[in-house]
């Protein structure tokens, strides 16, 4: 018996991605990784043999669809769950009564989309019904499941990673749009190939977005006749820039970020540059942009071209000033710089080092001879004695020592040849030289 609260409403009209919502495997368009002939998800669908699973994937890919073709093929009560209007007391009341079913030999599937939405506690609450096998849960989510899902919950369910579709793949999505009677197949429409093929590359892997934007673009057709005509100026004006958003808090937004980060480092500025686009045009706030360029300046430049950081400082100022879109032209200047600046990550690995020492010896005592010694009492049990001051002597040096005993000749700072690093690099060959031979 299948419990669907929500796949299915025929009391209102339905929009085109869920008229066309496949309700079996073979209508499934892309995932052959998963579903192709032979493939593991398939077999356990067909076989009705579903486990606890986690679907993880970007948005439009067939997560939903997925649960509700699983709907459709098993035989256990199957629960639509929604993360954003489901309490603990709504949880706790499905599981109880799955809990009495499974007395009875019957099984419960519990689909809960977007489970990434469910906080620790909410996600405890399957956790006990997993365990002991009175539910099945199947969850959807755009987020990557090691960070959002309950590390307990999600060792005891299998991930299966859904990919963006192809455009040749939601292209002939489209096709069938424009001929199954469920879309547009009991009407004349003229659209060119090429014009799918925009929707196609402007869906950008979302095959609700594309067929929302088939619908949109039907509905705003040239009429003549019977005939609807859906030209590529039909398609501009139903799309906007406002479409191409993605989560600013989501995986799409890390996973941006990193290639421009990683370009910048490997010294192209073609990508870096394409990279910062893709981030601007679909609406990233140019200050985050900004600040993530101002660590870089000093993580993997550093004193490699000390005026990297300068330029990324004043980089975010004009962006705080002027806004997008013209602050776009600031931030290629900054990244163009970034990316052909010579690289060290000497600043990087020093902090890092210096930090596990850190971390061992917290309790390590400051030498007393470089302590503050404000008050009297300071002063006779020690502090500041011994202290030589830098600037009284000839060379602006002295041998004192400033770590702790423990840590005397450890070395953090580790200076390349790189840029005008090698100028610091024989600045601290130097010092070191004239301590060695004033010891």
Not at 259 to 277: E, F, G, Q
Not at 284 to 299: G, H, K, N, Q, V
Not at 416 to 427: A, I, N, S, V, Y
Request: net charge negative.
């Amino acid at each position: 018996m299948n419990e669907q609260l929500t796949f299915h409403d025929h009391t209102v009209p339905q929009p085109l991605p869920a008229r066309l919502r496949p309700q079996t495997i073979d209508e499934i368009v892309g995932q052959q990784h998963l579903l192709g002939p032979g493939k593991v998800l398939r077999r356990i669908i067909e076989q009705d043999m579903v486990s606890s699973m986690i679907f993880w994937g970007p948005p439009g890919v067939g997560k939903t669809t997925l649960a509700n073709v699983i709907a459709n093929h098993t035989r256990a009560k199957f629960i639509n769950f929604s993360a954003v209007t489901s309490g603990i007391k709504e949880i706790r009341a499905v599981m109880q009564q799955a809990d009495d079913n499974r007395r009875f030999g019957e099984k419960t599937i519990v689909f809960v989309d977007e489970i990434h939405r469910f906080n620790k506690a909410q996600q405890d609450a399957f956790l006990p019904f997993v365990e002991k096998g009175s539910i099945i849960l199947i969850g959807a989510t755009t987020e990557n499941p090691s960070f959002e899902v309950n590390g307990a919950l999600l060792s005891r369910c299998k991930v299966f990673v859904l990919k963006a579709l192809s455009a040749e793949e939601i292209t002939a999505l489209l096709d069938r749009a424009i001929c199954d009677p469920r879309g547009f197949g009991n009407q004349k429409i003229d659209v060119a190939p090429e014009v799918l093929e925009l929707i196609a590359r402007f869906a950008n892997g979302d095959a609700r977005t594309a067929l929302s934007t088939l619908e949109m673009a039907v509905l705003n057709g040239e009429s003549s006749g019977d005939t609807t005509t859906v030209t590529a100026e039909t398609v501009e004006q139903c799309t906007s820039r406002k479409s191409l958003l993605y989560d600013k808090n989501g995986e799409e937004h890390y996973n941006l970020i990193s290639a421009l980060h990683k370009s910048m480092r490997n010294s192209d500025p073609d990508a870096a540059v394409y990279w910062l686009a893709r981030m601007l045009e679909a609406g990233e706030d140019p200050l985050y942009i900004a600040r993530r360029l101002t660590r870089f300046a000093s993580e993997d430049v550093g004193l490699a071209d000390p005026r990297a950081l300068e330029l990324t400082v004043a980089a975010y100022q004009a962006c705080h000033f002027i806004g997008m879109p013209e602050c776009s032209v600031h931030l290629t200047q900054a990244v163009v710089y970034l990316s052909l600046a010579p690289k060290s990550n000497a600043l990087y690995v020093a902090y890092e080092t210096a930090k596990k020492d850190a971390l061992k010896q917290l309790s390590e005592p400051v030498p007393l001879h470089i302590r503050n010694g404000v008050t009297k009492l300071m002063r006779e049990v020690g502090y500041g004695k011994g202290y030589q001051y830098a600037h009284d002597t000839e060379d602006k040096l002295t041998d004192m020592r400033c770590l702790p005993d423990s840590l005397l000749g450890r070395e953090y700072y580790r200076p390349t040849e790189q840029g005008l690093e090698h100028r610091f690099k024989d600045r601290l060959e130097q010092i070191k030289q004239w301590k060695k031979e004033h010891e």
